[in-house]
């Protein structure tokens, strides 16, 4: 079992600028998805090869897991796919990152750290101001999609998110995949050891209106 890393320690409070939209994808008039807590990025990796209509945008918090797909990136000359170092909340709350918001079509949120003790809560990536960041700064019709094998943190998920009057929870079979950021609904790394360890996975799918 890996150590969490502690988003609120103050080695993260100094961010990662992302440069602009023109400047780090091949087109940058395509769909636009944000993956939250990517981790290494293998999620990402496999849908920007197989959908090259949408731009795929990861951050993560393990310095090391970032240098390394960024790498990989530049090596297999990916046009569709950026990396970014640091802690999500915070690169999402900077005014200078305000134009990812304001581009994405969808986020995702998929098997974040639970933080189970009351204490640590504060720890979890969705917080109810970093929600209402995103329901000022989202284009009406953009989706959150979040899934966790832990049944506490997806109603602490969904709760947050639900508070907010301007998301709206939307049934799965209302989604049409095909034109999602994820037609072929591949799975991420935990999502296949949770399968593959038969757990149950608690999914939300939200409308920004
Ligand atoms: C349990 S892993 C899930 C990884 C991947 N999404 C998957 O489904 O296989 C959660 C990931 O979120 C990252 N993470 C946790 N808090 C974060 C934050 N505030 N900002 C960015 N990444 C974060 C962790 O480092 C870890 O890689």
């Not at 100094?14 to 290494?40: M, Q, T, V, W």
């Not at 209402?132 to 899934?147: A, D, E, H, V």
């Not at 966790?148 to 799965?172: G, P």
Request: charged share 30%; proline share 3%; aromatic share 12%.
């Amino acid at each position: 079992m890996r150590q969490h890393v502690n988003p609120l320690s103050r080695n993260f409070n100094e961010i990662e600028r992302i440069p602009s939209l023109i400047e780090i994808f091949g087109d940058s008039k395509l769909n636009l998805h944000l993956d939250i807590g990517c981790a290494a990025g293998e999620f990402l990796f496999d849908l920007a090869l197989v959908n090259k209509s949408w731009n795929y945008l990861g951050i993560e918090i393990r310095e090391r897991l970032v240098k390394t797909a960024k790498l990989k990136v530049r090596e297999r000359e990916i046009k569709n796919l950026y990396f970014v170092f640091g802690n999500a909340n915070n690169i999402l709350k900077d005014v200078q990152s305000k134009f990812i918001l304001e581009n994405v079509k969808s986020i995702s949120f998929n098997f974040p750290d639970p933080w189970f003790k009351k204490k640590h809560y504060k720890r979890r990536v969705v917080q109810p101001d970093f929600i209402n960041i995103l329901s000022n700064s989202l284009q009406t019709g953009s989706l959150i999609f979040i899934k966790t094998d832990v049944k506490d943190l997806f109603d602490y998920m969904d709760c947050t998110i639900s508070s907010n009057f301007n998301f709206k929870n939307i049934d799965k079979k209302d989604i049409n995949y095909s034109k999602s950021f994820n037609p072929n609904e591949l799975k991420t790394n935990r999502e296949k050891l949770v399968i593959l360890n038969k757990l149950d996975i608690f999914e939300g799918i939200y409308i920004k209106t």
